[in-house]
């Protein structure tokens, strides 16, 4: 398995080989996952309104998960940005975090599932604070 070209050559390859994961894994992970959501008649919707050109969408939500996962430094956006005003709640992401858990489950191998799956959790919580302290205004 050939790491993946990373700012941290170290720490990916020590990351790589404690969790199984590869960027050839998180492809994987990313295209089915997004499949699942497009299909999925809660999610879909709201990812239809804005995604026009999903194999862009999908290289850089593996380009993201390279970074989170394996410190690969491959992602270099502005994840809350493009969340905040969303339509999404709390209904929203608990059917995100359900269908990432299965996806991941099913894709990755088990120590590299936990770890993703423990990143989404904690990313997820994150975007829901920015999102909520969006929707309340500066004052909050
Ligand atoms: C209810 C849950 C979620 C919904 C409905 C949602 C929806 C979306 C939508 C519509 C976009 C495209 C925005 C645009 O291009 O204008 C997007 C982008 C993105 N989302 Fe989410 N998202 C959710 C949860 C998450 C979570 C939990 C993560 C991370 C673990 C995440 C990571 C990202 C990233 C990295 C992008 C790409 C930002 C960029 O273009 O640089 N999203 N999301």
């Not at 989170?68 to 999404?88: D, E, K, S």
């Amino acid at each position: 398995m050939t790491a993946p070209a990373s700012l941290r050559p170290e720490m990916t390859a020590a990351l790589m080989a404690r969790t199984g994961l590869s960027d050839e894994i998180l492809d994987r992970l990313v295209r089915t996952f997004y499949a699942r959501v497009r299909q999925d008649p809660l999610l879909a919707p709201v990812f239809a309104a804005r995604v026009t050109d999903w194999e862009a969408h999908l290289q850089r939500l593996t380009a993201f998960w390279s970074s989170v996962a394996l410190m690969t430094g491959r992602y270099h956006g502005r994840p809350v940005a493009h969340h905040v005003g969303l339509p999404a709640g709390p209904d929203h992401f608990a059917r995100w975090l359900a269908l990432f858990r299965a996806t991941a489950s099913e894709v990755c191998p088990p120590e590299g599932a936990a770890h993703v799956i423990a990143a989404a959790e904690r990313i997820a919580l994150s975007l829901q604070s920015a999102m909520a302290r969006h929707e309340k205004g500066p004052e909050g």
